[in-house]
């Protein structure tokens, strides 16, 4: 079976490193060269967005070590931040003593949210609107029929009176599978298709007929154990005592939550997803009761361990979109070697796991900058001119000085160059 625990891979070359990625994930010589080389084609960029221009750039690392359900994945992570690369190799390192990650996750739901207003009874309206659930749930599914083929399609309707400055609005909410997209196309299409049904019925108005990213239904979740005699009883406490300052207190949750969408975002990036929605959906869950909260929990088991588990939202796709149009992307889900969409969400959460195991590790022991700042000083010695080796050796001394500075580094250049 193959491993991707792969110790020393920050040490090769990019062109070694692609080497190995290219024979864990089978790719082709061609996705191999486009990865390193390529870029999307103007005339692609021109029709994903409007009033093109050009094109911004990002770079794709790799975070090697996870093993999910059994299984060894390659992780790849398009992201400007230093160390959050190096951090979730780390934490799924250290996981793997445990076993690794275990995840599961709920039917692919979405919710899409049809407001009706301008109701002089909004209950009764309410009930009328659910009377004719079968009806409406038929009509949403013709607008679909490439979903209802691939066992998708409305699930359920439910409806609710709420209470606002405008008066009461009746909120009427179509559950749907989406199967292995995204899903937004599919149920605004089915909301707007609805609407005048719903007017119909009700005698209301209709506005807003939109997907809402608090996708409760769409869960995906991770667990993991770092083992005391791995860690050190000291983190373990650090840890646990990190997590409770999170879930009890929102400005430090912030932080946290934001330490967790480090990881799930670059992999959102690399493979071309809405991030935006599952950053909203991920916030959103995180103040579900009332008050924002971590969306991590970390507890002691009897051997002293630490065992760490996240849940959250995950609205995303392996088919439609940029997902599907974007070559880059396209390459890195083969590189992640999935096949649905509940894989892809469920190695989001692991990857949101680890990430915020790194984060809340180094913070309750070393400290953020140790990491941070070798990084940092290997972008100031490439500010300060170095080529090649000189610049880990050139950031090695600059960290080992406590002085990561542009000057200081032309400063540790010269001598060097001057010395060979
Ligand atoms: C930095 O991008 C993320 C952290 O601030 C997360 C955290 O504090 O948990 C390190």
Redesign the pocket.
């Known amino acids: 079976m193959k491993s991707s625990r792969i110790s020393g891979f920050y040490k090769l070359s990019i062109e070694e490193r692609l080497k190995i990625v290219k024979e864990f994930s089978e790719l082709s010589d061609e996705e191999a060269e486009f990865l390193l080389k390529g870029h999307l084609d103007m005339d692609l960029a021109d029709r994903m967005i409007e009033n093109v221009v050009g094109m911004t750039e990002l770079p794709i690392g790799i975070a090697t070590n996870f093993k999910i359900n059994g299984k060894d994945y390659l992780i790849p992570m398009a992201i400007e931040?230093p160390?959050?690369v190096a951090a979730a190799s780390h934490a799924a390192k250290l996981a793997r003593e445990g076993g690794g990650f275990f995840t599961s996750s709920t039917e692919p739901i979405m919710i899409s949210q049809i407001q009706v207003v301008g109701l002089r009874n909004p209950h009764f309206a309410k009930m009328q609107v659910l009377e004719h659930k079968e009806e409406l749930m038929r009509i949403a599914n013709e607008q679909d029929p490439v979903l209802i083929k691939v066992g998708g399609g409305c699930r359920d309707i439910k409806a609710r009176v709420i209470d606002s400055n405008m008066g009461p609005m009746l909120v009427i909410h179509l559950h749907v599978d989406v199967r292995d997209a995204m899903g937004a196309n599919a149920v605004n299409s089915m909301a707007e298709a609805l609407a005048p049904y719903i007017e119909d019925i009700t005698g209301g108005k209709v506005y807003l007929r939109i997907l809402s990213n608090l996708a409760i239904y769409r869960l995906a979740r991770a667990r993991a154990v770092w083992k005391k005699d791995v860690i050190g009883e000291d983190t373990v406490k650090g840890i646990l005592y990190?997590y409770e300052f999170?879930r009890v207190d929102p400005f430090?949750a912030a932080?946290?939550n934001?330490?967790i969408m480090?990881g799930i975002d670059a992999v959102l990036i690399a493979t071309s997803n809405d991030w935006r929605a599952v950053e909203a959906g991920a916030h959103a869950f995180a103040a579900m009761d009332g008050w924002y909260t971590s969306l991590t929990h970390y507890e002691e088991d009897e051997e002293g361990n630490l065992v760490g588990s996240i849940e959250l939202p995950m609205a995303v796709g392996i088919i439609g979109g940029a997902t599907s149009t974007h070559p880059k992307a396209k390459i890195a889900r083969k590189i992640l070697g999935i096949k649905t969409a509940k894989e892809f969400g469920e190695i989001l959460a692991a990857v949101g796991l680890a990430q915020?195991f790194a984060?809340?590790r180094?913070?309750a022991t070393e400290g953020?900058q140790r990491g941070h700042m070798s990084l940092h000083a290997r972008n100031i010695a490439v500010m300060a001119g170095a080529k090649g080796e000189e610049i880990d050796r050139v950031a090695e001394l600059l960290v080992k000085e406590k002085k990561v500075r542009v000057d200081r580094a032309k400063e540790i250049l010269e001598e060097l160059r001057e010395r060979k």
């Open positions: 931040e160390s959050v990190a999170a430090r932080t946290h934001k330490g480090n915020n984060a809340l180094a913070l953020i």
